[in-house]
């Protein structure tokens, strides 16, 4: 019984001296990672690197459809956590109702600005998952006619539709979520979606403008998406 005694003593003593080693080892490991990332941080500069950025997807979405944009913009990378930007372009627009056939045209410049913050606490990753907003302002003029109209007061007269360089403006906010990823070297691919909401729209003559040069079709609010190339240097 006494030998018996005495060894489980020897056993418990040694699985409290493993145990006491295995948490040792996992505070030191611990604390290990955890100067190694308060090192990383101390490490990462202010400005991490300038980016600039083409969106594909206007230029495709312009081939293909009524309207579209030719896109881009710079960001500032700091601490690679915060990313200011802004994007600038040209806006157009070239589309004739199929019912009314009313004939909408512009060609317009409009800028966003803002910023995203990246949500990966890995600063060293190569992909990033960004979310941020965006102020957009578009000063534009357009062209706006149609077959002329019957003057429903005097029978066999017309009323000419006729409209040109009708000047109008439009700011509007962006939420943005997006993805980015590195493809070899400062080159990286990336995409954002965005719910875009009208704040402030002049009414013109003609009454509300078909579509905003960098916003899309003038409703109250849509949600569109980029398609951008980033160079890193």
């Not at 003593?13 to 030191?28: D, E, K, N, P, T």
């Not at 109209?149 to 700011?171: C, E, H, I, K, M």
């Amino acid at each position: 019984m006494r030998k018996s005694t005495m060894m489980n003593r020897k056993i418990c003593r040694y699985s409290l001296m493993c145990i006491g080693s295995v948490l040792i080892s996992l505070v030191a490991t611990a604390q290990s990672h955890k100067h190694a990332d308060v090192h990383l941080k101390d490490t990462v500069p202010l400005l991490a690197d300038k980016q600039i950025f083409f969106n594909v997807a206007g230029v495709v979405l312009w081939q293909f459809s009524d309207y579209g944009e030719v896109e881009g913009g710079v960001r500032l990378n700091l601490k690679r956590k915060f990313f200011p930007v802004i994007e600038f372009g040209l806006g157009m627009c070239d589309k004739t109702h199929d019912e009314t056939d009313i004939h909408y045209k512009t060609s317009s410049p409009f800028v966003r600005i803002g910023c995203d913050y990246n949500f990966i606490k890995n600063k060293s990753s190569n992909n990033r998952i960004l979310g941020g907003l965006r102020l957009g302002y578009s000063s534009f003029k357009y062209d706006m006619d149609a077959p002329p109209l019957n003057d429903p007061n005097w029978s066999g007269n017309q009323l000419d539709f006729d409209f040109r360089n009708v000047s109008a403006n439009a700011t509007w906010c962006e939420f943005v979520i997006g993805l980015e990823t590195k493809i070899w070297r400062g080159f990286s691919l990336g995409w954002t979606a965005r719910y875009k909401k009208r704040l402030n729209h002049k009414t013109t003559e003609t009454g509300k403008a078909w579509y905003v040069p960098g916003y899309g079709e003038n409703d109250n609010h849509l949600f569109t998406g980029t398609f951008n190339a980033v160079l890193s240097f």
